[in-house]
């Protein structure tokens, strides 16, 4: 017994330590973003050892070698916190013992460019720093503007053992529309990290793309905490459904604040599709009314439930039920059938064949920022 006691104290240290390194490696690529994009060359200069080089290319130079000196010399002619027009955002990181690699986009929106650099770190005196930078980079129609999507941790229904997740396709299909819009999608969860994904179907050729698309599988593995979010870098959020999206998302005041700050603050679109609705009943605007208000809203109804199944005695609440007794009109077609409500800056969808749809509309109002 004692001998598996310690097999098991040492199996959860290493992984604290991991994640302690993983959590280092994200800031030194974060320190080397912020430092780029505002003008920090101090943060720069803890990104980099002192010994490293950036591999770029010139015009006429395919092998261009910088001293990571002269590079951050580059940034020590501006006032410190000038903003560069350079938006950047981790893509993926893997640490393997005392090495690890990264890899972030960077938007330079004037230029319609999208760079994509390529990192090795390595931990020295403890202390982890970029050795080597590449990058690569190509025309985009990304201009920055982003959709914060909102996902569960729960993995179960409640309490019991019955599996659930987030619906891949509601995730897919509007992650899609956005990509060919050209605008960013980030992900947050009430607890961050890995979240379970269910319905999956690798026979549908848009899921099998993305199920086996790498930045989108990161970005989901490493779902970003509430406070980690800048509600100012987005102009919309979208409530993912599945089983799973019954449980924590409704309650977490983080997220709330979160999509009242972006509706409220940023005069920006509050969306949900099928359970994803879930999402929206306890959102509270500042004079005290229910966002939803005498608005039409759409998800997934209890109507078309097996009321009969296990799970369906785990809901915390009803939606129709819920967002009817708070003042919503609640909106559906025949089951299977797609459907979208749009009211004004709120658009909601009853099944993950409306995903595409909901994304669409957002896309839709958000044209004037895409264009710009």
């Known amino acids: 017994m004692k001998n598996i006691f310690f097999g098991v104290t040492v199996f959860l240290s290493f992984l604290a330590t991991a994640q302690t390194d993983f959590e280092q490696v994200k800031q030194t690529v974060d320190d080397y973003i912020q430092g780029t994009s505002y003008t920090y060359p101090d943060r720069l200069k803890k990104a980099f050892h002192p010994e490293s080089n950036l591999y770029l290319s010139q015009k006429d130079n395919d092998f261009w070698v910088v001293p990571s000196k002269e590079y951050i010399a580059w ?17 993926q990181i893997e640490v393997l013992g005392d090495i690890a690699t990264a ?26 720093q970029i050795i080597a930078k590449t990058a690569s980079n190509g025309p985009t129609e990304k201009n920055g503007t982003a959709v914060l999507f909102f996902v569960s941790n729960a993995h179960t229904y409640g ?41 999956i179907n690798t026979s549908d050729p848009l899921q099998k793309k993305y199920v086996y698309d790498p930045d989108l ?31 924590q998302v409704p309650e977490s005041k983080a997220i709330q604040q979160l999509a009242l700050r972006i509706y409220e603050e940023n005069e920006g679109i509050v969306a949900a599709v099928c359970h994803g609705t879930a999402g929206i009943v306890n959102l509270k605007t500042k004079n005290g009314d229910y966002l939803f208000a005498g608005k039409n809203v759409s998800g997934y109804p209890e109507a078309y439930e097996n009321q009969s199944r296990p799970h369906f005695k785990t809901f915390p609440f009803l939606i129709q039920k819920t967002i009817e ?35 669409q509309a957002i896309i839709a109002q958000l044209k004037p920022l895409t264009q710009q």
């Open 325 to 359: 007794e708070r003042g919503g009109h609640f909106k559906v077609s025949p089951k299977g059938k797609a459907h979208v409500e749009v009211d004004g800056r709120l658009v909601t969808g009853q099944n993950y064949q409306s995903s595409a749809g909901v994304a």
């Open 103 to 128: 890899k972030a986009e960077i938007l330079i929106t004037p230029r319609k460019l999208r760079f994509v650099d390529a990192f090795l770190l390595k931990k020295v005196g403890g202390k982890w």
């Open 217 to 247: 599988m990161w970005a989901l593995q490493h779902t970003q905490k509430p406070e980690e979010v800048n509600p100012k870098d987005y102009s919309a959020v979208y409530y993912v459904g599945g089983g799973s999206a019954m449980f």
């Open 75 to 91: 940034f020590a002619k501006k006032e410190p916190g000038t903003f560069t027009k350079r938006l950047g955002k981790i893509l």
């Open 159 to 199: 309490d019991t053992e019955l599996g659930t997740g987030n619906s891949f396709a509601e995730i897919a299909y509007a992650y899609e529309e956005f990509e060919k819009a050209g605008i960013n999608v980030s992900f947050v969860s009430p607890d961050g990290g890995a979240v379970s994904l269910v319905y």
